[in-house]
């Protein structure tokens, strides 16, 4: 049998402030007496310590917590013990009963340490692929729309300097025009939707809770008819009838819950096992409403009697030129942070599949060849296209906007 060590060293913590103080230590039968460098010693009776748990076998560095009787709100003192012999050497030091925490790990209890190690993952991994999402949908669809009108407003309000809309009477009625004959096909919707117009050439559009909708001059230049941009707005109009924005903020806000109550001593291991999941999750998530608003938006266009054709074309532009479409994507031509951030907290992912095959064989089946033109009488590329600051934007090439 092995020697018994009964010398060690750790540092202490009084419980009353953040200082430590380096003390040696000595195991003896019913105690272990700390002595610090300044020669003051005190004993720790066996009966009043525990080990703080950790959530499995215990290993080093060990906490070791002993609780005092002084004050009105008695704090526990601490001990942190680096060496992985000190608990095994405690246990065959001490003469007297141990806290559950400080004993040794029996056959059973180590059986069922091990069953829980696997089965806690899989059963927290099943409430965040399960139980989250169900949740999403269920309380997203009883949030009040003043609520979430609210919200969107705040959204925008806040929204950094390079981002603010700017009002534009000209584009803005042209916009107001295109959403007021695709809403025709649902005048029951309880959405009052606000179009928003950003000088920036991002090419992109994003939708906001409560029915705010910004575009951006990037994607209105790239429009070259009113039913290319009709194609991209009932896309968007969807993204706020189906409540997508909504459902990614509850989701996101009932996914730090749980990742906060499975926090403390697991976090480490559980924060990176969910992460993951939530990575995949979410591009599978985000890949869904992407898909959803496609099939309804231009179910939309075909209700309101406008070319499908448009839609179509406007798509292929972004397959083919690599620009986005979506809830919002990460600019990656944008150098600032903050813009950075703002755009990241809406992102999706958005799906790869063909988006404009898909497409067409909705046209397709849905059979119809008769439609109305959008805004006949107004020059769209004079009213729509600005020249976004020559000066002091180099000339780019269409591939340099962000990734799809």
Avoid: C
């Amino acid at each position: 049998m092995d020697a018994r060590k009964l010398q060690f060293t750790g540092v202490f913590f009084d419980g009353q402030s953040p200082r430590k103080q380096p003390v040696s230590i000595a195991l003896s039968p019913r105690q272990l007496t700390l002595t610090t460098d300044a020669g003051k010693s005190f004993n720790w009776q066996y009966a009043n310590l525990k080990l703080r748990a950790s959530g499995g076998p215990p290993k080093a560095p060990f906490h070791i917590e002993h609780l005092t009787d002084s004050g009105p709100n008695p704090a526990p003192e601490t001990l942190v013990v680096e060496d992985a012999a000190f608990l095994e050497n405690l246990q065959r030091a001490s003469a007297v009963p141990l806290h559950a925490t400080l004993r040794p790990a029996s056959g059973w209890k180590l059986v069922l340490m091990a069953v829980g190690f696997v089965v806690a993952p899989l059963f927290i991994y099943g409430l965040w692929k399960v139980a989250i999402p169900a949740m999403t949908e269920e309380v997203a669809m009883r949030v009040p729309v003043e609520w979430e009108k609210k919200l969107g407003g705040t959204i925008i309000e806040e929204l950094p300097k390079a981002l603010a809309p700017v009002a534009d009477p000209e584009k803005e009625k042209a916009l107001d025009a295109i959403a007021a004959r695709l809403l025709k096909t649902v005048p029951d919707q309880p959405y009052t939707i606000r179009i928003y117009v950003v000088p920036h050439k991002l090419v992109n559009a994003m939708a906001f809770p409560g029915g705010h909708i910004v575009f951006f001059q990037g994607l209105l230049n790239t429009a070259e008819t009113p039913e290319e941009l009709a194609g991209v707005m009932a896309h968007e109009i969807q993204h706020v009838l189906l409540r997508h924005s909504t459902r990614s903020i509850i989701r996101s806000m009932a996914s730090q819950l749980l990742l906060t109550l499975i926090g403390g001593d697991m976090e480490g291991t559980m924060s990176t096992i969910l992460g993951v999941a939530g990575e995949l999750d979410g591009l599978r998530h985000s890949r869904k409403m992407e898909r959803e608003a496609d099939e309804k938006g231009m179910q939309m266009i075909l209700a309101a009697g406008i070319d499908p054709i448009g839609m179509i074309r406007m798509f292929d532009k972004f397959d083919k030129e690599k620009f986005q479409i979506s809830i919002g994507e990460d600019p990656n031509v944008l150098p600032e942070e903050e813009i950075k951030d703002w755009l990241d907290y809406f992102s999706t992912h958005p799906a790869t599949e063909d988006r404009v095959g898909q497409l067409k064989k909705q046209v397709a089946k849905a059979g119809k060849t008769s439609y109305t033109p959008l805004l006949p009488g107004l020059d769209w590329q004079a009213t729509m296209v600005q020249d976004l600051d020559p000066k002091k934007e180099p000339e780019t090439s269409p591939l340099d906007g962000p990734q799809l």
